[in-house]
């Protein structure tokens, strides 16, 4: 009987105990580092989900900018800190997959993070001077053939993103075009308008508002399928160019030991706000597109968007410091 009675006991502890942790909720703010200056894109689709995220969680959800080194200095802050679920991090191929690449004593590894949501995907278009006489990569691939070094596509520094996807159409193009570097999209857009360059991958969000007004020629996305809006321009799939079809993601990242249990809420209160109509609308709008993603399937996501930034790396021998 006492051994009946201890037994009983001991499993009524045990599933109290698993309980509270299965169902854990935050019971202070939660802030989540934003390594990009506020104003951008990235800060704004942060607030629009931390927004929605306070109300799944009944808890602030604090967005604090620390832009600086490509995202470097957000991360570092996130990386140190505690892994009780209090501190996320706005991350994206920059900085998981990008910066390890681009700088060889980059001061933080992947590994000390934990994927929790996936927020979106954003692809690039191939953005062109509306005066060039060209409508598709095909046309932009055989011009610059048979000019070699006459075209160039601007970029925004040495192993940028969009750097590796002019080099990879470069090399389709028998590296016949002319890498220009800026400092900034801004001053890069100038230039395009301008006829300083030539081609320019920008983001999705901007560049489908400067396509719509006849600013420039928008000749392929780099998403898989068609982007809504803009559903005229072809990808480069379609197009025989699969090797300039490189998005990238956005998404919350956890210092590494989080436990699984704070990480499963915080995803179900991503995903839910995610899947809000407002925020999927606000997503889409731009041409992004919205993930709803378990930890396991982002991080498969991780794996596979680093493996090919990677491949795109090797494939052109990219120097850097």
Avoid at 58 to 76: D, L, S
Avoid at 187 to 204: C, M, N, S
Wanted: charged share 15%.
């Amino acid at each position: 009987m006492a051994c009946r009675y201890l037994l009983a006991s001991l499993l009524t502890f045990f599933t109290a105990t698993c309980a509270t942790a299965a169902d854990w909720r935050p019971e202070r703010p939660i802030k989540i580092t934003v390594p990009y200056a506020a104003g951008g894109s990235a800060d704004v689709i942060a607030r629009v989900v931390a927004q929605r995220i306070r109300t799944e969680l009944g808890q602030p959800v604090i967005v604090e900018n620390k832009p600086g080194a490509g995202t470097i200095i957000g991360a570092m802050a996130v990386a140190k800190a505690p892994a009780d679920g209090y501190s996320l991090l706005l991350a994206t191929s920059t900085t998981m997959s990008i910066a390890p690449l681009v700088q060889k004593q980059i001061p933080y590894s992947p590994s000390q993070f934990v994927p929790v949501a996936g927020f979106m995907s954003v692809p690039f278009m191939v953005l062109v001077n509306k005066d060039l006489p060209v409508n598709t990569v095909q046309d932009l691939v055989a011009l610059s053939r048979s000019k070699p070094g006459v075209l160039n596509y601007g970029t925004l520094g040495t192993g940028t993103s969009n750097h590796v996807l002019g080099a990879l159409l470069s090399t389709a193009a028998g590296d016949s075009m002319v890498a220009v570097h800026y400092t900034s999209a801004g001053p890069a857009l100038i230039g395009l308008e301008r006829g300083d360059i030539h081609v320019y991958f920008d983001g999705i969000p901007t560049s489908v508002h400067k396509v719509a007004s006849g600013q420039y020629k928008g000749i392929a996305v780099t998403s898989k399928t068609r982007i809504p809006g803009v559903s005229n321009v072809p990808t480069v799939f379609e197009q025989g160019f699969p090797q300039v079809g490189l998005s990238v993601w956005y998404g919350l990242v956890a210092p590494a030991d989080t436990p699984a249990n704070i990480i499963s809420t915080l995803n179900a209160a991503v995903r839910a706000a995610i899947s809000d109509p407002d925020v999927t609308a606000q997503i889409t709008r731009d041409g992004t597109q919205p993930l709803l993603l378990d930890p396991q399937a982002f991080q498969r996501l991780i794996d596979q968007d680093a493996s090919s930034w990677r491949t795109a790396f090797s494939t052109l021998q990219l120097k850097l410091d």
